[in-house]
């Protein structure tokens, strides 16, 4: 059984001081609205609706948690860069975001989505720059891979991490489809790593 296999849906939180006192370690989903991510959460997971998916980008306005069983937690963060979300609106997600990711000690690592045909976008810069100074591990998964060729999102991946190596040395990036179940064994063992390690880690 996978490791995301027994995930099940555990609480919602829109402000930092609701964030749950699991005593645990949880690994965060981050992307841009519309990247796939939902759709990634629910392929690992072997369950078509466990992350909604919507055809209105931007909906999920939570940090989402699932419980993966063993004090293990999947948290699904806000989508973020869709331009008809009001300002005030992004202005709080984006200061949730950053907060979260800058502060939260359970955080064990970050998986980022970002779409195959459109990787490393400003925003998606700005994710990877507010998590850097954590020193924490993050892994992109390149989303919609079989829109592409395999000559296409072979050089894509080979570009992707060229400027990781440049500027993010600490990142890893893979190729993932959830339509072709593509990079699932992959994502799995990187992100299993990350709540094996020995680290104790609090709330």
Do not use: C
Not at 155 to 168: P, W
């Amino acid at each position: 059984m996978g490791l995301f296999s027994r995930a099940v849906f555990f609480t919602t939180v829109n402000e930092l001081h609701a964030l749950p006192l699991h005593g645990g370690k949880e690994v965060a989903f981050a992307g841009r609205s519309n990247a796939g991510k939902s759709s990634a959460i629910n392929t690992l997971a072997n369950h078509v609706r466990l992350a909604y998916t919507s055809k209105t980008p931007g909906r999920t306005q939570h940090l989402n948690y699932f419980d993966l069983g063993d004090n293990r937690f999947l948290v699904d963060l806000p989508g973020y860069g869709y331009a008809k979300v009001p300002t005030d609106v992004r202005a709080h997600w984006e200061g949730l975001l950053s907060e979260y990711l800058q502060t939260r000690s359970a955080l064990a690592g970050l998986v980022v989505i970002m779409d195959t045909r459109h990787p490393l976008t400003p925003l998606d810069e700005q994710m990877l720059d507010w998590f850097m100074p954590t020193g924490k591990p993050v892994h992109i998964l390149l989303t919609k891979s079989d829109k592409l060729s395999r000559q296409q999102a072979t050089k894509t991946l080979f570009e992707v991490k060229a400027y990781l190596k440049e500027h993010y040395p600490n990142y890893t990036v893979q190729l993932f489809s959830s339509l072709k179940k593509l990079g699932l064994e992959e994502a799995e063992a990187k992100i299993a790593s990350w709540f094996a390690t020995d680290e104790n880690v609090t709330a």
